[in-house]
């Protein structure tokens, strides 16, 4: 069989790369190629030999064809295998659609005529289904992406669980719900590997539920504890004070700013420190309140940026104002759009907790159009952050505040 090297003179019929696309574009596609030809890996490191054989410049040549020169002796030497094996792998990827043979009777290969006569192997057809092929990596890059953000939400979703559960723990151990909290805790999968996108999803709305339920329990209790409310002036003889020893480690007069009078500490479950999940340094644990004590999740809300609010609405569903669980899910769906790498999520989640993780992100989404310090590089502040934590030097809170303060003062 025999092939012109060029078509006829004004004419330009061979098949060229998309625009801006060359062969180590090409080289790159090979996972996707062989996961959509169902090719074996040496067959695809067989075609990967082909392309690079090539001259670059032939695959964005209308005018010319990528062909394969070399002989099989050649191509077999390189490969390590015996040349019946290339053969059969040539024949493979022919049968393919993603070469064209076209060799002499004595399997001769090479430009003839002066050039005008191609014996060789033409990836031809391959370079004609290069668009088709990124396509399809695009649709499998967004799919990897997808469930990736999905384990990253169940992750988080996991740790937001065994916090509110510990808290159930302390405050009611032998209800009905803790207990079957904790049976649900001890039933969730280890690791997700080899869970797809349904199968996250359905663990993820389970690890929601079981979140909600917890907190819904929590709040409850302290309901019916008859404690007094957060501001309530005591009676006189309530706040006597009768015996001035105080069981607290430092005195008032002594203790940092934020520091309950009433604080106690609780010491971590046996065996907590030998726990096979990773440990966040919560580096706001222990003396102060919970951050949404603080920061309510109303005025949190109306802080947010309209781009966070519909990833809030998206994950609180039906109700009125999102929990703990919601703003970390929230989170973690607007990194994408944020341009910010998952490692930097990890990094700063590793530094700060989950929770905070997630108000640093808020913080940093509303500051994107600040008109006097906007934040530039979204995934750079969330590293900032997260080295600020670490070191024990980052005011959060102060942050919280400020954006707080100025969606007020908007809505004044």
Not at 196 to 213: F, I, M
Not at 308 to 318: E, F, I, Q, V
């Amino acid at each position: 069989m025999l092939q012109l090297a060029c078509p006829p003179a004004g004419e330009a019929s061979r098949p060229v790369l998309p625009s801006g696309t060359t062969r180590s574009d090409v080289e790159r596609l090979l996972p996707t190629l062989r996961r959509a030809f169902a090719l074996s890996d040496a067959c695809a490191l067989t075609l990967l030999l082909l392309i690079q054989t090539t001259r670059p410049s032939d695959w964005t040549d209308p005018g010319a064809s990528p062909v394969c020169y070399a002989s099989q002796a050649s191509l077999a030497e390189r490969l390590g295998k015996t040349p019946r094996a290339l053969r059969y792998d040539e024949m493979r990827l022919e049968r393919a659609g993603l070469l064209v043979k076209t060799t002499a009777a004595n399997g001769s290969r090479g430009r003839f005529a002066g050039g005008q006569v191609v014996q060789g192997l033409d990836l031809s057809p391959l370079a004609a289904r290069v668009p088709q092929l990124l396509a399809l990596a695009a649709q499998e890059e967004a799919s990897r992406l997808h469930v990736q953000g999905l384990r990253r939400q169940c992750s988080a979703a996991r740790r937001v669980f065994k916090g509110a559960l510990q808290r159930l723990l302390e405050q009611a151990p032998k209800a009905p719900m803790t207990a079957e909290a904790l049976t649900l805790y001890a039933e969730l999968p280890r690791r997700y590997d080899g869970m797809d996108a349904s199968a996250l999803a359905t663990l993820l709305a389970t690890l929601d539920e079981a979140v909600e339920k917890c907190l819904a329990a929590r709040e409850m209790r302290a309901d019916s504890s008859g404690q007094p409310e957060r501001g309530f002036r005591l009676s006189v003889q309530v706040t006597t004070e009768k015996n001035l020893e105080s069981c607290v480690a430092s005195a008032d007069g002594t203790r940092p700013a934020g520091t309950p009078a009433d604080a106690r500490l609780v010491a971590a479950p046996a065996g907590a420190e030998k726990g096979r999940e990773p440990q966040a340094r919560d580096f706001q644990r222990g003396h102060k309140p919970h951050w949404l004590e603080t920061f309510t999740p109303r005025r949190l809300y109306a802080a947010c940026s309209e781009d966070m609010r519909m990833y809030l609405d998206a994950t609180k569903g039906s109700r009125t104002l999102p929990n703990e669980l919601d703003l970390v899910r929230a989170a973690v769906m607007i990194l994408p759009d944020l341009g910010i790498n998952p490692s930097a999520w990890d990094e700063a989640s590793e530094a700060m907790g989950d929770l905070a993780a997630a108000l640093a992100v808020i913080v940093i989404d509303a500051r994107r159009f600040d008109p006097v310090r906007p934040i530039r590089s979204p995934g750079g502040a969330l590293r900032s952050f997260a080295r600020l934590a670490m070191a024990g030097k980052l005011n959060l809170a102060g942050s919280l505040i400020g954006l707080v303060e100025r969606e007020r003062a908007r809505s004044a």
